[in-house]
C-alpha cells in the first residue's frame, strides 16, 4: 500500500486541482485497532458534509497499532511472576495453559503491532447523497513502538503489567477457546486485504453553520481473518453531524450502532454482540493550512460478558493531530491515537498517517 501512497501523492500533485479547498476536514476516521475487533465491522466517525454531484475523495491512512494486552488469568501469572525475568510463550506452554483452563470461552495474549492500511473513496451522487467504499489491507510484526511506550511510561510515571516481563517488538498472538490454542503466532505475517465496506450517506440538513447526516453501511464477509475465523455480513447506521461557531472553530458529533451477524463457530466463540458507538472533536484554526484538532470514540463492549477478559467494557480512545492543508485539493494529517479507559481492551497506541485528495467537477 505504500505504491499507493505514493501514486495518490503523484497525481494530486500533477492533476489541476478543479473542486475548491475542503472548508470542513473532519471528523477523523478512527478505527478500533484491537487485533480481534479488526475481524468486524465497527463504529468509525463518518463525515458529515456531503460531496456534490461530480466531486469525489480519496484517502489513504496507515495506522501503525501497539497491542500488549492478555486476560485476566495471565495478568494474575505474570503479577505473581518476578519481575526481572523476561516472558516468551512458545506453543507447547500455551497448549498447557489452555489444558489447564478447559471451561473458559476466550484466553488471549498479544504482543504486537499491526499496521492497517486503508483506501477509502468517496462520489458524489448529487441530491445530499454519496456513496463511499473503504478497502483494508493488515500487516503484523513486532514493531518499533515498544521502547516509545516504555518511556513514556517512565517519563511520566504510567505503569502496564506485564511490560518489564517482555522483549521488545516481538509477536506473540496467543488465542485459547475451551481449552485449546485455535492461534499461534510468533513471527510477522504478511499483507493482506481485509473485508471491504461499503456505505452510503444522505444529508438530512444543511444550513451552512449547521449540518446532519445519516450514513449506512455495509461489511460483506470476504475475506478469513487474521486469525482463521470468519465474521458473517455486519451492517452498521451513524447519524453524524457539525456545527461551526465562528469561523475559527469547527465541531463535530455523531452516534450509531453496529449490527453483527455469525460467523463461523471459531468467530462465535469469541462471543460479539451488537455495539453502539459516539465521537465528539473540536478543530481550531479552520482557516489556516495548518488545523490542529482532539477527537473522543466511544464504543460499548464488543462481547458478552465472559470471565476472564475485559471485551464486554466500554472504551474511549483520543485522537490528538494536526491536518497540513498543502494544497487547495491536497490535505495530510498526522495523529496520535491512545487509549483512556485503560480496560485492556483497545490497542495501546497507535500512530497515523494519511493523504486526502479531492478531484472531480464538483464544488464544495
Known amino acids: 500500500m505504500r505504491v499507493s501512497g505514493t501514486v495518490l501523492l503523484t497525481l494530486a500533485l500533477t492533476v489541476p486541482a478543479r473542486s475548491q479547498e475542503p472548508e470542513h476536514l473532519g471528523p477523523e476516521p478512527t478505527r478500533d485497532q484491537f487485533p480481534i475487533n ?11 458534509d456531503v460531496l456534490p454531484a461530480g466531486a469525489f475523495e480519496a484517502n489513504v491512512q496507515c495506522v501503525e497499532a501497539n497491542t500488549f494486552e492478555f486476560s485476566d488469568l495471565i495478568k494474575n501469572t505474570l503479577q505473581q511472576g518476578n519481575p526481572s525475568q523476561h516472558l516468551s510463550i512458545s506453543l507447547p506452554q500455551a497448549q498447557q495453559f489452555a489444558a ?5 470461552p476466550l484466553i488471549f495474549f498479544f504482543q504486537m503491532e499491526t499496521t492497517l492500511t486503508t483506501l477509502r473513496l468517496r462520489a458524489g451522487l448529487g441530491d445530499g447523497r454519496e ?19 516504555d518511556w ?4 511520566f510515571g504510567f505503569n502496564q503489567t506485564g511490560r518489564n516481563h517482555v522483549e521488545h517488538d516481538q509477536v506473540r498472538v496467543v488465542v485459547i477457546q475451551y481449552g485449546k490454542v485455535t ?16 456505505g452510503l450517506t444522505q444529508s438530512l440538513y444543511d444550513c451552512g453553520a449547521w449540518t446532519m447526516a445519516a450514513s449506512f453501511q ?16 455486519d451492517t452498521g447506521f451513524q447519524c453524524t453531524s457539525r456545527w461551526t461557531p465562528n469561523t475559527a472553530m469547527d465541531t463535530y458529533f455523531g452516534i450509531g450502532g453496529v449490527h453483527r451477524q455469525s460467523g463461523n463457530r471459531t468467530f462465535n466463540e469469541y462471543g460479539f454482540r ?15 493550512a495548518w488545523r490542529p484538532f482532539f477527537q473522543l470514540v466511544y464504543l460499548t463492549g464488543a462481547t458478552r460478558s465472559s470471565p476472564g477478559h475485559n471485551l464486554s467494557k466500554s472504551s474511549l480512545q483520543h485522537d490528538l493531530g494536526v491536518h497540513w492543508v498543502c494544497k487547495p485539493n491536497l490535505v495530510f494529517t498526522m495523529r496520535y491515537m491512545n487509549n483512556i479507559t485503560n480496560n485492556e481492551n483497545t490497542a495501546d497506541m497507535a500512530l497515523i498517517v494519511e ?5 472531480g467537477k464538483g464544488r464544495s
Do not use: C
Not at 38 to 48: R, S
Not at 134 to 145: K, N, Q, Y
Open 218 to 233: 455495509v461489511k460483506p464477509a470476504v475475506v478469513p481473518s487474521l486469525y482463521g475465523s470468519r465474521s458473517g455480513v
Open 100 to 104: 489447564q483452563n478447559p471451561n473458559v
Open 38 to 48: 479488526l475481524e468486524t465491522l465497527t463504529y468509525v466517525p463518518a463525515p458529515p
Open 131 to 149: 456513496a463511499w467504499a473503504m478497502l483494508p489491507v493488515l500487516r503484523w510484526s513486532g514493531g518499533f513502538e515498544d521502547g516509545l511506550i
Open 355 to 359: 493523504g486526502t485528495w479531492r478531484f
Open 152 to 155: 513514556t511510561h517512565k517519563t
Open 274 to 288: 451488537d455495539q453502539l458507538g459516539a465521537h465528539a472533536m473540536i478543530e481550531g484554526w479552520r482557516t489556516s
Open 183 to 198: 492461534e499461534y503466532s510468533d513471527h510477522s505475517g504478511g499483507s493482506r486485504l481485509q473485508d471491504p465496506v461499503l
